[in-house]
Each structure stands twice: as structure tokens, then as C-alpha cells.
């Protein structure tokens, strides 16, 4: 069973009535999303979706890209600019259950092939939970997609505790999955806001998650990386010496290196040297192939990027399937 825990569905219908519901703070985003990326790069990625609308919301198309790529199974989750990180309560939460709702009926169409994530209100800590539940025990999902952060939230937030235990009790999965880069204007050329932006909220936000101990307090949380991981893998060496010499970056049990290994990543690394790094860092059992389906940041053929990366057959194999079938196995649903 070949699995692709990477790849996304767009929700028109969902946007159009968000921007019904709140224009002015539509048309304020789209404003951050120009100051963020450049007009150049909102152009070019404009056309890509529009050539790609079939695969991003269209079930048999969704199918039949699978089939020609080799793969058995994906995990579905929303294109991160459903996150909506700028929505007021009232709205957020109505996003929340309608997107859960909508994936669930998505994955439906073919239960057997595809397995959906979720999402909640991040930037509301106090709703995170009632969300997660409406997920996975409401909508039979396998998880939740997360951005890096969210307004004021980053994930070591202590209001998150409770999130991160429930997520923890029902071994769901949490994909880390960032949407816009906080270096703002810096990266608005040369779409740098996705090729290093991405990257760089995978390694601010992990690093969150590990310096402030929210993986020691909830040693079961399942929760997988996009993009490998951005940065940290590659220079987790810098982590551990501040842990070793700065008292404020000890607020971890134990050196940040070992984390990687309490954590899942995909394999949308775009190299074959930094496949096998990251493999080494996390460990065999912990790399899952994604693909970031259908986007043109992601793998056109996964299958062969991992086949072809010179790794250990049975160590492929499991990173083809064996370990993404293996984190879903103890999911409570009921």
C-alpha cells in the first residue's frame, strides 16, 4: 500500500461564502498575501492553480492523477489558504466545522483510497479542543492540518496544552503544515516566500514545539511535518549547543536532536542527499512519502523520488506505506 500523507483540496464554495461573510478582511489579507509574496509570484501561481482546479476539487480527477502516479491511498487536507488565520471567533469556528464537513464528504467518495484531515480555529485556543473532537470523533477524520502559527498563537502557547493532550488521548495526527512566512516583504521576489519562507516556519514552529517542552508533557503526539521538516533537520546541531549553553533554551528534558525522532516528516525535500539526511536524523521509521499534491512545489512522481533515492529496500518500502499505515493504527474514533 502506497501512501501519500501529503496532498491537498481547494474549497471554493467554502471561500466564497467567508468572503461574503467578511469582505473588508478578505480584501485585507489579500493585501498581506501581495506584501507577502510579490505580484510577480501571485501571478504565476494564480495560472498553476487554475490549470490544477480538477485535481484540487474534483474526486475522479483526484483518482485518476493517483493511479498514474502509483499510489494507493492519500491523506486529503485543505490548501493552507483555508486556514483563514485573521477570522474573528464567530467565523473561525463556522470554518472550522463546514471545512471538517467537507472533507469528510470529499474522502467518502472513496473511503478505501482516501483518508481526510481536518482543521481548527488555532488562533481561538479555547476552541481548539471542541474542534478536534468535531474532526475526528464528528467527521471520522485521522487528524488536523495546522499552520506554524496563527495571529498571536505559536505552538508552544501554554493555552494549546489542552490541545495537545486531547490530540495525544485520541492519537490522532497533527500535520504541520505552514501558510505564509512572518518575514513579510523580505522574501516578495523570486518566490522566495515559498522556498525559503515554507522551510522556515516548519523550523521556527518545530522549534517551538521542542524548546518548550510540549513534547515532553505529551510524549504520544503524532505529529508530521511538511516539507521534511524545513531547516531543523539540517541544522539541529546548532539547537543543541544553545541547549547546552544557554540556560533559557533548556526549558527541553533533553538535547533538541532527539526530538526529530518523536516526530514524523514527509519527504517533500526535493533531494535525494537531503532524503537520506533526514532519514538519518529522525530515523527510518519516522519519514513518510508526501508530494504535496498537486502543486507545483511538490513531486510529480513521488514514488520514483524515493525509489530512485538509494535507500535500503525494505526502508523505502516503509516509507512508501508501512509507516504511515503504522501511525494511524491506534486512532480512537469512538
Request: with cysteine.
Given at each position: 500500500?502506497?501512501?501519500?500523507?501529503?496532498?491537498?483540496?481547494?474549497?471554493?464554495q467554502?471561500?466564497?461564502?467567508?468572503?461574503?461573510?467578511?469582505?473588508?478582511?478578505?480584501?485585507?489579507?489579500?493585501?498581506?498575501?501581495?506584501?507577502?509574496?510579490?505580484?510577480?509570484?501571485?501571478?504565476?501561481?494564480?495560472?498553476?492553480?487554475?490549470?490544477?482546479?480538477?485535481?484540487?476539487?474534483?474526486?475522479?480527477?483526484?483518482?485518476?492523477?493517483?493511479?498514474?502516479?502509483?499510489?494507493?491511498?492519500?491523506?486529503?487536507?485543505?490548501?493552507?489558504?483555508?486556514?483563514?488565520?485573521?477570522?474573528?471567533?464567530?467565523?473561525?469556528?463556522?470554518?472550522a466545522?463546514?471545512?471538517?464537513?467537507?472533507?469528510?464528504?470529499?474522502?467518502a467518495?472513496?473511503?478505501?483510497?482516501?483518508?481526510?484531515?481536518?482543521?481548527?480555529?488555532?488562533?481561538?485556543?479555547?476552541?481548539?479542543?471542541?474542534?478536534?473532537?468535531?474532526?475526528?470523533?464528528?467527521?471520522?477524520?485521522?487528524?488536523?492540518?495546522?499552520?506554524?502559527?496563527?495571529?498571536?498563537?505559536?505552538?508552544?502557547?501554554?493555552?494549546?496544552?489542552?490541545f495537545?493532550?486531547?490530540?495525544?488521548?485520541?492519537?490522532?495526527?497533527?500535520?504541520?503544515?505552514?501558510?505564509?512566512?512572518?518575514?513579510?516583504?523580505?522574501?516578495?521576489?523570486?518566490?522566495?516566500?515559498?522556498?525559503?519562507?515554507?522551510?522556515?516556519?516548519?523550523?521556527?514552529a518545530?522549534?517551538?514545539?521542542?524548546?518548550?517542552?510540549?513534547?515532553?508533557?505529551?510524549?504520544?503526539?503524532?505529529?508530521?511535518?511538511?516539507?521534511?521538516?524545513?531547516?531543523?533537520?539540517?541544522?539541529?546541531?546548532?539547537?543543541?549547543?544553545?541547549?547546552?549553553?544557554?540556560?533559557?533554551?533548556?526549558?527541553?528534558?533533553?538535547?533538541?536532536?532527539?526530538?526529530?525522532?518523536?516526530?514524523?516528516?514527509?519527504?517533500?525535500?526535493?533531494?535525494?542527499?537531503?532524503?537520506?539526511?533526514?532519514?538519518?536524523?529522525?530515523?527510518?521509521?519516522?519519514?513518510?512519502?508526501?508530494?504535496?499534491?498537486?502543486?507545483?512545489?511538490?513531486?510529480d512522481?513521488?514514488?520514483?523520488?524515493i525509489?530512485?533515492?538509494?535507500?535500503?529496500?525494505?526502508?523505502?518500502?516503509?516509507?512508501?506505506?508501512?509507516?504511515?499505515?503504522?501511525?494511524?493504527?491506534?486512532?480512537?474514533?469512538?
Amino acid at each position: 500500500m502506497i501512501t501519500d500523507v501529503h496532498a491537498h483540496l481547494l474549497l471554493p464554495q467554502l471561500h466564497a461564502e467567508v468572503e461574503r461573510r467578511a469582505p473588508e478582511l478578505v480584501a485585507e489579507a489579500a493585501d498581506l498575501e501581495r506584501r507577502r509574496n510579490g505580484i510577480e509570484s501571485l501571478k504565476v501561481s494564480g495560472a498553476m492553480v487554475g490549470a490544477r482546479i480538477p485535481k484540487l476539487t474534483d474526486l475522479r480527477a483526484r483518482l485518476a492523477a493517483m493511479d498514474e502516479q502509483g499510489v494507493d491511498k492519500q491523506w486529503v487536507s485543505v490548501s493552507p489558504n483555508h486556514f483563514y488565520p485573521w477570522a474573528p471567533e464567530g467565523l473561525a469556528v463556522w470554518v472550522a466545522m463546514e471545512t471538517n464537513r467537507l472533507i469528510a464528504e470529499h474522502v467518502a467518495g472513496a473511503p478505501d483510497r482516501l483518508v481526510g484531515l481536518g482543521v481548527v480555529p488555532l488562533q481561538h485556543p479555547e476552541r481548539v479542543v471542541e474542534y478536534l473532537d468535531d474532526a475526528i470523533l464528528g467527521r471520522g477524520l485521522a487528524g488536523v492540518e495546522i499552520s506554524s502559527f496563527a495571529g498571536d498563537v505559536e505552538l508552544s502557547d501554554p493555552r494549546l496544552e489542552p490541545f495537545w493532550a486531547r490530540a495525544a488521548e485520541l492519537g490522532c495526527v497533527v500535520f504541520l503544515h505552514p501558510f505564509g512566512c512572518s518575514l513579510d516583504e523580505r522574501l516578495d521576489r523570486f518566490y522566495l516566500s515559498n522556498t525559503v519562507g515554507q522551510p522556515t516556519e516548519n523550523a521556527v514552529a518545530l522549534s517551538h514545539l521542542i524548546f518548550s517542552g510540549v513534547l515532553d508533557r505529551h510524549p504520544d503526539l503524532k505529529i508530521v511535518a511538511a516539507h521534511g521538516g524545513g531547516y531543523l533537520p539540517f541544522a539541529i546541531g546548532r539547537s543543541d549547543h544553545a541547549w547546552r549553553v544557554r540556560p533559557e533554551a533548556q526549558r527541553c528534558a533533553h538535547a533538541p536532536s532527539t526530538y526529530l525522532r518523536r516526530l514524523w516528516f514527509d519527504t517533500v525535500v526535493h533531494d535525494p542527499v537531503a532524503l537520506r539526511h533526514l532519514v538519518e536524523a529522525a530515523g527510518g521509521s519516522r519519514v513518510l512519502l508526501g508530494s504535496d499534491f498537486p502543486f507545483d512545489m511538490g513531486l510529480d512522481d513521488p514514488v520514483t523520488a524515493i525509489r530512485s533515492a538509494g535507500l535500503p529496500a525494505d526502508l523505502a518500502a516503509r516509507i512508501l506505506g508501512g509507516n504511515a499505515e503504522a501511525l494511524l493504527g491506534d486512532l480512537v474514533r469512538a
